[in-house]
């Protein structure tokens, strides 16, 4: 887990298990996604999309499970980017528990829309600059 940049750390939280006593599997899609979202705030992302308007579409998501996660523990949310194009940008996602290490890992492809006509639109250069640095 190196190569990923500084995550975001947070607890398992009780609610989070399911009837089986693991922490469910529609959870770590918003782990994944809380991983995305505080990287682009980090690296002000966000400002410079919107600045744009242009708005990110999450086009297609991935989850491979390694090992459950249960309640308690802590776990970090890891993402990174793996490529980008004219319009898109894949990136890895992983979970992290404390306990156990690796929990989950997989795919998202983030697509760039206009705000005011919803199709596909080019990534704004300081955006493609700050992804093409990150790259693995």
């Not at 959870?27 to 708005?55: H, K, S």
């Not at 998202?108 to 199709?119: A, R």
Request: aromatic share 8%.
């Amino acid at each position: 887990m190196t190569k990923f940049e500084e995550g975001t750390t947070q607890n398992v939280q009780w609610g989070e298990m399911d009837a089986l006593g693991h922490v469910n599997n529609v959870q770590f899609i918003r782990y994944f996604e809380t991983a995305r979202v505080n990287f682009m705030e980090r690296n002000n992302v966000f400002d410079d999309l919107l600045g744009n308007e242009i708005n990110i579409v999450l086009a297609h998501i991935e989850c491979k499970f390694v090992q459950p996660l249960y309640y308690p523990d802590q776990i970090e949310l890891l993402c990174r980017f793996k490529s980008i194009g004219n319009t898109s940008m894949v990136v890895e996602h992983a979970v992290v528990s404390k306990k156990s290490g690796l929990v989950a890992f997989g795919d998202g492809i983030i697509v760039c829309t206009d705000s005011k006509t919803h199709q596909k639109t080019p990534i704004p250069e300081r955006v493609r600059s700050l992804i093409e640095k990150s790259l693995l």
